[in-house]
């Protein structure tokens, strides 16, 4: 849930998330659709698919619990090297060599001397990451910790706290006098995207205790069904008049659509469209 998302929005639904799924074998016990549902407006919510597959997967394959080491923690749905090296090393312990945005700028600034880290993450910041993280276990763990919250507190990406940051005497880029950027970084542009169209889809959807017909979802009919019983029509009205504020164009509002199906965030029954069942 944090990979792109600020602590700020995770906490709560994740806090819900646990208290109606303790253990993977619980999340994995019910539809893919009602992960979807649970995420709510997180964003990325392949990433809810992806976390009911590794759930099922845990269930299945290591009895319910989640594997401690970095390779069995690979053969998870949706896990990648970041969060199996994140996931040994802070839940249990193991020395492994987390490079997230937080740390990779920490080490661009105080030890290659440049203002930000390249675009991608490429194999000479990987090996300078390896050659800094400390011998032992217990050090190693305190090292990722350490790195990664001086980067999400002092050393930010719009104004690094030079003044109050305890490597300021080690840190390249400050004795170099602080050197321009030598590109400027993409942000991250969000309205008038398919994202957004997608995620207003997706709400109208989460909303939805029945399947909503595909012309009513696309706004060639203005009226919704009957509601049927348990319908929460007050909210999948709001939803559905945020979708259609957003006067997206016809093939948008396709794409969008199809890319939902495609992904299996979405499926298309003969009454209309729902989150997977
Ligand atoms: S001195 Fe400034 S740039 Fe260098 S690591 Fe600390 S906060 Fe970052």
């Given amino acids: 849930m944090l990979q792109q998302t600020p602590v700020v929005r995770v906490l709560p639904v994740w806090e819900q998330w646990m208290a109606r799924w303790p253990a993977p074998a619980d999340l994995a016990a019910e539809p893919s659709g009602e992960a979807v549902r649970a995420w709510g407006r997180l964003g990325y919510p392949r990433r809810a698919l992806r976390l009911h597959a590794a759930a099922s997967v845990m269930a299945a394959n290591f009895d319910g619990n989640v594997p401690g080491t970095h390779a069995e923690l690979l053969t998870l749905p949706g896990v990648g090297n970041y969060t199996a090296a994140a996931v040994a090393s802070f839940a249990f312990g193991r020395r492994e060599t987390v490079v997230d945005t937080n740390i990779r700028r920490v080490h ?84 008038g995207t398919d994202r957004q169209v997608r995620g207003a889809l997706l709400a109208v959807l989460r909303q939805a205790a029945a399947p909503v017909p595909r012309a009513v979802l696309m706004g060639a009919a203005d009226l919704l069904p009957a509601p049927a019983p348990g319908l929460e029509l007050a909210a999948e009205l709001a939803a559905m008049s945020k979708l259609h504020a957003l006067n997206a164009p016809a093939e948008q509002l396709e794409r969008a659509l199809a890319g939902l199906l495609a992904d299996r965030l979405a499926e298309e029954t003969h009454t209309g469209l729902q989150l997977p069942a």
């Fill in 108 to 191: 661009a600034r105080a030890v290659t001397g440049r203002a930000l880290p390249a675009p991608a993450l490429n194999a000479a910041e990987m090996r300078l990451a390896v050659s800094l993280l400390p011998a032992g276990d217990a050090a190693s763990v305190a090292w990722n910790a350490s790195v990664m919250e001086l980067g999400a507190l002092v050393c930010t990406a719009r104004s690094p706290k030079c003044a109050e940051c305890p490597v300021a005497g080690r840190c390249a880029w400050l004795a170099a006098g602080k050197p321009a950027p030598d590109y400027v970084p993409k942000g991250q542009s969000w309205a």
